[in-house]
């Protein structure tokens, strides 16, 4: 893949070259979205790796709806979903730092302003962890601390649910309030982890998408057993001319865009914002 996808991409993290994250493991957790054709087969729409929100939704409505509706669970075979949060511990205690036998997990929250606070809430209590903002922690000697009312108590692995630029203000953003001074070093002198790692944004845009593929080929020599969504990439002249030519039909994505922000759906568009759309594609073509 072309070399400035990565390198300038606005997620890219030079600090985390040459680092050996443990386990050399960088995303733990990932949010894949699916969506299921009319030909019957599911397609990867797109790959969320930073931050991956939402499941605690979906454990909910489960719950929900299995109370409400129970007859239909007795008539279908529904796989089970409520382990996800064993799972999800089970996952983060592995990825502790060498040597350590019983690691203490932590979620870190921006904390219940964030729009997600429910969620990072709900997984801390379904995983009997934690649930700890920025000013509760600190670092001492390249190991990180949770202040409890029993005194400073070592946390080993941290559930950021805070985006890279405000983990360390020492290290990314100076006026980030959200984060722990000296974090990154604590990761970097291999004595705490992050999950996931710092960088793992890279994956998440839109752009990269369309090379995943050939990385699975390329690294594991395997084909993918799901399929990507066809996707035209917009800096190459065809792709460009094709897409112009069928905007009513087609979905268009910022390769930055997430949330639903900054797309066209064109089938769903009026004449007028696709005209409008088409002209900010003609401006900025690669983005």
């Given at each position: 893949?072309?070399?400035?996808?990565?390198?300038?991409?606005?997620?890219?993290?030079?600090?985390?070259?040459?680092?050996?994250?443990?386990?050399?493991?960088?995303?733990?957790?990932?949010?894949?979205d699916l969506v299921r054709a009319g030909d019957g087969e599911y397609y990867v729409l797109e790959d969320n790796l930073r931050v991956p929100s939402g499941v605690s939704y979906m454990l909910e409505n489960r719950r929900m709806m299995a109370r409400l509706i129970p007859e239909m669970f007795a008539r279908q075979q529904i796989a089970p979903v409520e382990r996800y949060p064993d799972a999800l511990l089970e996952i983060l205690r592995q990825a502790a730092p060498a040597g350590i036998d019983n690691p203490i997990v932590a979620v870190l929250t921006p904390g219940a302003a964030n729009s997600a606070y429910?969620?990072?809430?709900?997984?801390?209590?379904?995983?009997?962890?934690?649930?700890?903002?920025?000013?509760?922690?600190?670092?001492?000697?390249?190991?990180?601390?949770a202040r409890t009312t029993r005194g400073a108590q070592r946390v080993h692995v941290i559930y950021r649910r805070i985006n890279d630029d405000y983990l360390d203000p020492t290290v990314f953003r100076a006026d980030s309030m959200l984060g722990v001074p000296g974090i990154f070093e604590a990761y970097r002198a291999g004595r705490v982890t992050l999950a996931n790692a710092p960088g793992t944004g890279v994956a998440d845009d839109k752009s990269v998408y369309p090379y995943v593929p050939e990385m699975i080929r390329?690294?594991?020599?395997?084909?993918?057993?799901?399929?990507?969504?066809?996707?035209?990439?917009?800096?190459?002249?065809?792709?460009?001319?094709?897409?112009?030519?069928?905007l009513h039909e087609l979905v268009v994505k910022e390769v930055h865009g997430a949330g639903g922000y900054g797309m066209l759906v064109g089938p769903a568009s009026t004449k007028a914002e696709i005209e409008d759309f088409r002209q900010r594609i003609l401006a900025a073509p690669s983005n």
């Open positions: 893949m072309p070399r400035e996808l990565v390198l300038e991409n606005s997620e890219y993290r030079e600090e985390m070259r040459g680092l050996k994250v443990p386990g050399g493991v960088y995303s733990h957790i990932s949010g894949i429910f969620e990072h809430a709900f997984l801390a209590q379904q995983m009997g962890v934690e649930l700890v903002e920025g000013a509760d922690l600190f670092v001492r000697e390249d190991a990180v601390y390329f690294y594991l020599s395997e084909e993918p057993i799901l399929h990507n969504v066809p996707t035209y990439q917009l800096r190459q002249a065809d792709d460009l001319r094709y897409t112009l030519e069928h």
